[in-house]
């Protein structure tokens, strides 16, 4: 499965676009071996600190409270050469100093959630940081695991085009109430 929607993602997306894909320590490694394989290049790992993680109820195990975010560049090791990062604005808004591969942002506050509920919903914080590291203005961001549409909403605001697809129709449904909602502010400043 995994091989399979890789493979598809490659197809369509430019020859150098960058794909970010979220893992913790179930698939990561899987997805790099995959990656690896197929000769794309691989140019950082990225890894999301929880710092309010939920509590492991089983007591067997550490607090999963990471995430980790492979940022793989459409091309070979070979011919991979000017996929975009946006280095200066990202050095910007972490006070003028580099920005490192290690971020601290909270899980999803409950207003983003308010709409409806996604099991591994991502923060607006983390993915509007993605969006502006790795696109222009006027790109096009294409989210296959679309969920309750985070990603949709971080390029919504922050100019980008997007296509997304998710299969679960509840999912589809509070994405497109979160979209609706947020386009309805925005529309009333």
């Not at 993915?127 to 969920?147: H, K, P, Q, S, Y």
């Amino acid at each position: 499965f995994t091989l399979n929607w890789l493979l598809e993602i490659c197809r369509v997306l430019k020859k150098n676009g960058n794909l970010f894909i979220f893992g913790s320590y179930h698939n990561i490694y899987i997805i790099g071996a995959l990656a690896a394989k197929l000769d794309l290049r691989i140019i950082n790992s990225i890894i999301w600190l929880k710092p309010n993680a939920q509590p492991n109820i089983t007591c067997r195990m550490f607090t999963e409270s990471t995430e980790q975010i492979l940022w793989i560049c459409n091309n070979t090791n070979k011919h991979a050469t000017k996929w975009t990062f946006n280095y200066h604005h990202m050095k910007k808004i972490n006070g003028n100093k580099q920005m490192r591969n290690f971020w601290e942002i909270p899980l999803t506050p409950l207003r983003e959630r308010s709409l409806g509920k996604h099991p591994s919903q991502k923060p607006l914080k983390l993915m509007e940081r993605l969006v502006l590291a790795g696109t222009n203005i006027g790109d096009r961001v294409l989210d296959c695991f679309a969920g309750s549409g985070s990603t949709l909403l971080a390029c919504d605001r922050l100019e980008r085009g997007w296509v997304g697809i998710e299969k679960n129709k509840d999912y589809c449904d509070i994405a497109h109430r979160r979209l609706s909602e947020e386009r309805k502010q925005r529309r009333l400043f």
